[in-house]
């Protein structure tokens, strides 16, 4: 059954633990933190401390999204801050191998991020280590942008890569994911749908949730 991780990039951030409330409320699987840097993509949210403060808030387990450069150099600031799952981007490090081991170094998921042009071989070498794919069908750094329908190809043949190879790992999509396409998005065998401006642009946060859960547990 798939799951949803609502992406707080899309919040009030004047009001995030009460928006966090909403969506815990309307079932929400995961919540979904993007971090940027300014840097690896052309926007700033935030880090660390936030997120440590935000710990307090919730149950929810933390999907931290790192659109950061050389994201090696904070490991252990977003471990210790409370992330449960921590995805880095293969175009922002040389040192792809050894940062999934020091992610999983920490007792937490590991995960990879590919941009919207990477290529699945990136994988090559890697995949057995990790515990969460992640295809950017947008490219990265804000929400409300519209999905690239030419990564549907991408979702399955990263779909029968994991089958083929028999592994345990979740297939997260991230950007322009909507009640409109969830459907067909989990159809394809998508485990994880993250969604930001979907979910925090509506009228009813919480309903928008559980309206999300309704589609994808079909
Ligand atoms: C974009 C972020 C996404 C973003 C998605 O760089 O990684 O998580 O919040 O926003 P929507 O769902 O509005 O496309
Ligand atoms: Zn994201």
Known sequence: MAKIA??????DFANLSEEIKKIEKGGADYLHLDVMDGIFVSNITFGPPVIKS???????????????DKPERFIKNFAEAGADILTIHPEATIHLH??????????????????PSTDLSVLNYIIEDLDLILIMTVNPGFGGQGFIETMMDKIKDL???I??????????????????????LTDLGVDLLVAGSEVFGAEDIEQRTREFKLIIDK
């Open 54 to 68: 935000l710990r307090k808030v919730t149950d929810m387990p933390f999907d931290v999204h790192l659109m950061i």
């Open 98 to 115: 050894k940062t999934i081991q020091e992610i999983k170094s920490f007792g937490i998921k590991a995960g990879v991020s590919l941009n």
């Open 6 to 11: 609502p992406s707080l990039l899309s919040a």
């Open 159 to 161: 779909r029968n890569l």
């Open 163 to 184: 089958d083929q190879k028999g592994l345990d790992i979740i297939l997260e999509v991230d950007g322009g994911v909507k009640l409109s396409n969830a459907k067909k």
